[in-house]
T-cell receptor, first 114, second 109 residues
C-alpha cells in the first residue's frame, strides 16, 4: 500500500543531543511537510518542500533543519533539542499545494527530551 | 490575524448525533478541511468544502458558510470509535492550512 512512513516512532534524547527524524513516501507526491504538534494543540508547520524547493516558516527556529535528498525521503534535524522541543513530529505529503490539497500523514515521531 | 475557534471538548452518547462548530478568520479563503485525530495518532482526512452548503459522506457531513466564516461537522449514529479530536483547518489565500487546536469528542455508552 502506498503510504508515508516515519522513523523512529519514539525517540528519547538528552538535552542538546542532536536528533534526526526520517520520513519516506511511496505516493510520489510533490510536496512534503514537517509539522510539530504538542499535546492538545494545533499542528504547527515547520517547513515544506515543493519538489526540491524549500519553504521555511518565518517562526521556525534555526535549531530545526531539513533535507530532502530525493522525492521519496525527507529528514528533520534538531540540532540542539531543548525541553520545549518535546512533541509529536508529523510528516505529511500532498500532490500539490493548491486546490483540494489533501494531506496524507505519517504515524508521527514522538520526541522526548530528558 | 488568522484565527480558528472551535470548542475544546464535547461529550455525546453512542448512537446519537453531534455537531462540532468551527468559526474562522483567515487572509483569503481557499476551502476548509476537517481532519480526525485519534489520541497519539496522526490526523486523517475527513472532508473538504470550498462552496457553501452541506457535503454528506456516510455518517459524516460537513457544512460551510463562507459569508459567516463558519463550518460544522455533523456526526450521526455515533460509535465508540468516533472518540477522537476533530480539527478544523481552512486554507488561506496562499493555500496554507490554518489549523485549529481541535475539538476532543468523548463518546459515552
Amino acid at each position: 500500500d502506498a503510504m508515508v512512513i516515519q522513523n523512529p516512532r519514539y525517540q528519547v534524547t538528552q538535552f542538546g543531543k542532536p536528533v534526526t527524524l526520517s520520513c519516506s513516501q511511496t505516493l510520489n507526491h510533490n510536496v512534503m511537510y514537517w509539522y510539530q504538534q504538542k499535546s492538545s494543540q494545533a499542528p504547527k508547520l515547520l517547513f515544506h518542500y515543493y519538489d526540491k524547493d524549500f519553504n521555511n516558516e518565518a517562526d521556525t527556529p534555526d535549531n530545526f533543519q531539513s533535507r530532502r535528498p530525493n522525492t521519496s525521503f525527507c529528514f528533520l534535524d534538531i540540532r540542539s533539542p531543548g525541553l520545549g522541543d518535546a512533541a509529536m513530529y508529523l510528516c505529511a505529503t500532498s500532490i500539490e499545494v493548491s486546490g483540494a490539497n489533501v494531506l496524507t500523514f505519517g504515524a508521527g515521531s514522538r520526541l522526548t527530551v530528558l | 490575524g488568522q484565527n480558528i475557534d472551535q470548542p475544546t471538548e464535547m461529550t455525546a452518547t453512542e448512537g446519537a448525533i453531534v455537531q462540532i462548530n468551527c468559526t474562522y478568520q483567515t487572509s483569503g479563503f481557499n476551502g476548509l478541511f476537517w481532519y480526525q485525530q485519534h489520541a497519539g495518532e496522526a490526523p486523517t482526512f475527513l472532508s473538504y468544502n470550498v462552496l457553501d452548503g452541506l457535503e454528506e459522506k456516510g455518517r459524516f457531513s460537513s457544512f460551510l458558510s463562507r459569508s459567516k466564516g463558519y463550518s460544522y461537522l455533523l456526526l450521526k449514529e455515533l460509535q465508540m470509535k468516533d472518540s477522537a479530536s476533530y480539527l478544523c483547518a481552512p486554507q488561506d489565500s496562499n493555500y496554507q492550512l490554518i489549523w485549529g487546536a481541535g475539538t476532543k469528542l468523548i463518546i459515552k455508552p
